[in-house]
């Protein structure tokens, strides 16, 4: 394979291959077999192809690296190996120092004159001084290594600006720079877009390109696989400039000449004013109390109780969802419709759009308005605002890009979720729930926790979503509620069911079966077969990974899993038949950080602060993320014939 520059089998499942020297006389300049099971001793003859720039082998199991003279321009990546591992004191080898994973290159070269632009503006690769609009592109998937390589970002370039121009969009130019891969493997590269035949963007401009890119429009070479983008916030808009004023200097000499017009004119423009001053005035009120039309003779209590969540006009999310399109619809379900919009600074929504026949109503919408305009926390979604206006009932979050844990899990995402990775996200929803139970004020109870109320943003971070079941427990209910059942049926708490007390340790049980699911990628329920009881039926602790191989996820099942008993001690603790017996959610995250710990992992690697990061509240894609699982039902379950107790 002679036009072969770079083989990538990361993650692959190669077992104890180790290719003779005489191999390398064709090996390609880049070889990538990190994360695999590869073991023994590797010896790069010094027959090795002239072209050979990097051999990376991270996370193996090679025990011993044999230096040969004519080797070392070749950079070797041994990092998380046993050779790196029992390295004695001393120099640290260098194969075993993390690779520089930047690059410097930037697309196209830039031959302006340095300084010929001023501070405030930037030179377009067309020696233009304007200001550039920009953004990071983050590809998910690339199928190369080399980041030097001017060719590959080249034709990524080229691909931009001809869907720029077939589209029709403002763009004089493109740059690309600073390609990089960050801790999840990502590929980002900086963009900036600059204006065509002025030196900045009107709204419409910047909306129309922050809309073709994070909509997928734009298709980028095969090479660099799906991607999502993040913009900045753009602030250099035309608002009309020196044409403005030469309209207006016209409008003076016509006004002048027709002097006896002008009058006219003028009592005109003040009964236009005054009627624009008054429906000011009304919007005003309207948006002052948005709730002014609430009924709240439905079972709805009062007006909801809001603290800083934006009252969005129907107009405006119509605009930014181009009319509610069916190209910007991303889920459905019982509640209704979800639509991805684009505010003018380029920043994505989710916009839940109710129906006027759904099976959640005024009730639930009040309730998630009022919860999540008051909690903040990195691992909560964020609620951006509401729309309540011309019968229309609509809640407006942060857009999370990477779907739900259950679409990861199920592979319908297409995310590697590996052991570690599935860890990390444990984690996150873990400290997300802790946080509702033990900081919020009032704590909350979740009642649906699920994989498809877990999203996973950019980073893979998980945030618990969907507030629309519930509760606030005030402090006359701090034991327990009496309310009829509500839930997802294989998330339920028996306990509750049974009884109809809500407690905290509802949430800690349905948690316990998300833990099962990352273990065995099934769902709770499965040809009727419920997980809890086939994790208990299979299990036997005397035996190696407690002999569940036959029930353990095949996609993680060749991995070493650090940590797999603890972690399923940990989902059975939850799974408790008593309430009274089950962890709380605090202790949950405590275990957690301890299991990721003894699978080499820093449990606040995505954190600020240490193991109590849940006790500090923070302030402030191809694939559609909110997917119809994501609204399975979740309602109310006909009462027990268990009498309360």
């Avoid at 001053?277 to 909801?304: L, M, V």
């Amino acid at each position: 394979m002679e036009s072969l520059t770079t083989l990538a089998a990361c993650s692959s499942f190669l077992i104890s291959y180790m290719p003779p020297n005489d191999v390398y006389l064709t090996l390609p300049t880049g070889r990538n077999l990190a994360r695999n099971d590869l073991n023994g001793t590797l010896d790069i003859g010094p027959s090795h192809s002239s072209q050979l720039q990097l051999v990376d082998m991270q996370s193996n199991f090679i025990s011993n690296y044999r230096q040969r003279p004519g080797a070392n321009e070749v950079a070797i990546v041994l990092l998380r190996n046993p050779v790196c591992d029992e390295t004695p004191n001393g120099p640290t080898p260098s194969y075993c120092i993390p690779p520089d994973r930047s690059s410097k290159y930037t697309t196209p070269p830039n031959n302006c004159v340095p300084g010929s632009c001023p501070s405030n503006k930037t030179a377009s690769p067309n020696c233009a001084c304007a200001f550039a609009y920009t953004g990071l592109l983050v590809f998910r998937a690339p199928s190369f290594s080399d980041l030097g390589n001017a060719t590959i970002f080249t034709a990524l370039q080229k691909s931009l600006m001809d869907s720029f121009r077939s589209n029709q969009l403002p763009v004089d130019a493109v740059q690309l720079s600073n390609p990089r891969k960050d801790s999840s493997e990502y590929l980002d590269i900086d963009l900036k877009v600059f204006p065509y035949g002025q030196d900045y963007f009107n709204r419409s401009g910047v909306s129309r390109i922050a809309f073709a890119l994070s909509n997928q429009t734009f298709k980028p070479p095969g090479m660099f696989g799906p991607f999502f983008f993040l913009g900045d916030e753009y602030t250099h808009f035309d608002e009309g400039g020196s044409g403005s004023k030469k309209s207006a200097s016209t409008g003076l000499i016509i006004g002048a000449a027709v002097g006896g017009t002008v009058l006219v004119l003028l009592v005109i423009l003040a009964a236009v004013y005054a009627y624009g001053q008054k429906k000011k005035a009304r919007k005003a009120a309207e948006q002052s109390h948005p709730f002014a039309h609430w009924d709240a003779t439905e079972n709805t209590g009062g007006f909801p109780q809001l603290k800083g969540a934006r009252c969005f006009s129907f107009d405006e999310l119509k605009k930014y969802t181009n009319s509610f399109s069916d190209a910007n619809a991303i889920g459905s379900g019982g509640y209704g419709k979800v639509y991805r919009g684009v505010l003018p600074t380029g920043q994505l929504l989710a916009i839940k759009r109710a129906q006027r026949e759904s099976m959640q109503g005024g009730l639930e919408f009040k309730t998630e308005i009022e919860l999540l305009s008051r909690v903040h926390h990195k691992n909560v979604v964020s609620l951006v605002g509401f729309c309540f206006e011309q019968g229309e009932q609509m809640l407006i979050y942060e857009y999370v890009p990477n779907g739900t844990l259950s679409d990861a899990l199920s592979g319908k995402s297409g995310i590697s979720m590996e052991w570690t990775r599935r860890l990390k996200v444990a984690i996150g929803a873990a400290r997300g729930l802790a946080y509702l139970h033990e900081l919020a004020d009032p704590p909350i109870i979740h009642r649906d926790i699920k994989s498809a109320n877990i999203l996973l943003d950019d980073r893979l971070i998980a945030k618990v979503a969907d507030f629309g079941l519930s509760k606030p427990m005030s402090d006359s209910e701090k034991d327990h509620i009496t309310t009829q059942v509500k839930g997802t049926m294989g998330y339920l708490d028996p306990e509750y069911y049974m009884t109809q007390q809500l407690t905290e340790k509802s949430d800690v049980y349905s948690f316990g079966v998300v833990l099962l699911e990352i273990v065995t990628g099934r769902r709770p329920i499965e040809r009727g077969k419920y997980i809890v009881r086939e994790i208990k039926m299979a299990m036997d602790k005397t035996k190696s990974l407690y002999n569940l191989q036959t029930v353990i996820d095949p996609a993680i099942c060749n991995e070493s899993l650090k940590g797999l008993n603890k972690f399923v001690d940990l989902a059975l603790s939850c799974v408790h038949e008593s309430g009274a017996e089950r962890p709380s959610m605090g202790d949950v995250v405590k275990e957690i950080e301890l299991i990721l710990q003894q699978a080499g992992l820093n449990p606040n690697a995505d954190s600020v602060n240490t193991s109590g990061f849940y006790e500090e509240a923070e302030k402030g894609s191809p694939q559609h993320p909110y997917s119809k699982e994501s609204f399975e039902y979740s309602g109310a379950f006909p009462p027990s014939k268990v009498e309360p107790q």
